[in-house]
């Protein structure tokens, strides 16, 4: 079974550009979940999506960010404009039965 | 609201000693119960987990935790550390079903010397 794969594993921008994350979950998983560390803070939540529903958005920190599930599958997650501040790792996590899958985080530079 | 704490931003012990990090959590019911750990360059591994039962629980790698509900502690523990140990350690507390989301704690960094 493929684990959560997640793309790119860095992307290095400068301010003002726009990024796209992209999160492929394990097969069969209709949750899933996006986290970011800043700056080797602690790992906090983004959103929660159910299938391609999103179930809760609180953490999104402003409206510079987009996340989207296309047919409940894959995720994506785009920054626009990007901001220094936005630099950290981006997990992306499925779930079943109460354990999270974690990708390898898509590490996100803002120059 | 749930939280979690892990009082040790940075530890630092020799290779072959042993190994506690702590983590205290607060949650109104039964909490599922993680660690994480994510070494450099890597992303996040799940250690072990607890949910219900035995209060000692076995992890991959050599690690384990016990749950201590009177102390809303879940420390992690190894009896000697690997220099591959070096890593970011996280603790998390989930509930029991879909709907809820995980809270991590900030993260211990193990340093392991030499």
């Known amino acids: 079974e493929a684990g959560v794969t997640q793309f790119p594993s860095h992307s290095v921008i400068e301010k003002g550009q726009t990024v796209t994350l992209r999160c492929d979950p394990i097969?069969?998983?209709?949750?899933l979940y996006w986290y970011r560390r800043v700056m080797g803070k602690e790992i906090k939540f983004l959103l929660h999506?159910?299938?391609?529903?999103?179930?809760?958005e609180s953490g999104m920190p402003n409206n510079r960010f987009l996340a989207e599930r296309t047919g409940g599958t894959y995720s994506t997650l785009k920054v626009q404009p990007a901001e220094l501040e936005d630099s950290g790792v981006y997990f992306c996590?499925?779930?079943?039965?109460?354990?999270?899958?974690f990708g390898e985080g898509s590490r996100l530079t803002v120059l | 609201a749930q939280s979690v704490t892990q009082p040790d931003i940075h530890i630092t012990v020799s290779e072959g000693a042993s190994l506690e990090l702590r983590c205290n959590y607060s949650?109104?019911?039964?909490?599922?119960l993680f660690w994480y750990v994510q070494s450099p360059g890597q992303g996040l591994q799940l250690l072990l987990k607890?949910?219900?039962?035995?209060?000692l629980v076995q992890g991959i790698k050599g690690f384990e935790a016990e749950f201590k509900r009177s102390q809303s502690s879940f420390n992690l523990r190894k009896p000697s550390v690997h220099w591959s140990d070096a890593a970011e350690y996280f603790c998390?507390?989930?509930?029991?079903?879909?709907?809820?989301?995980?809270?991590f704690g900030p993260g211990t960094r193990l340093s392991v010397l030499p």
């Open positions: 996590a499925s779930r079943r039965s109460g354990e999270l899958f």
């Open positions: 607890y949910f219900s039962g035995d209060t």
């Open positions: 999506f159910v299938k391609e529903s999103k179930q809760d």
């Open positions: 097969s069969g998983h209709d949750n």
């Open positions: 949650y109104g019911a039964t909490p599922y």
């Open positions: 998390a507390v989930g509930a029991d079903n879909y709907g809820q989301n995980f809270v």
